[in-house]
């Protein structure tokens, strides 16, 4: 839960979103946030199994990659 928050407010922060690949990055990251902390959430209120967290924290590092390459190229 507390990713979902970040996440949130990530987009309540982030600049208008003008270019393409900044708006790929926040719903890449707004995607993995999801997959890893449902994952987790769901692994302990119901028992399931966590095989999307991996999936969802490569996920987010990809987006805070790719949104970092944005920013630099501003």
Aim: no cysteine.
């Amino acid at each position: 839960l507390f990713r979902l928050r970040h996440a949130i407010g990530l987009a309540a922060l982030a600049p208008p979103l003008r270019l393409k690949l900044t708006l790929a990055a926040l719903s890449t990251l707004l995607l993995g946030i999801v997959l890893f902390s449902g994952s987790l959430v769901a692994a302990v209120l119901m028992g399931a199994p966590t095989a999307l967290a991996p999936f969802g924290g490569t996920l987010m590092i990809l987006a805070w990659l790719v949104y970092a390459a944005d920013a630099l190229r501003r």
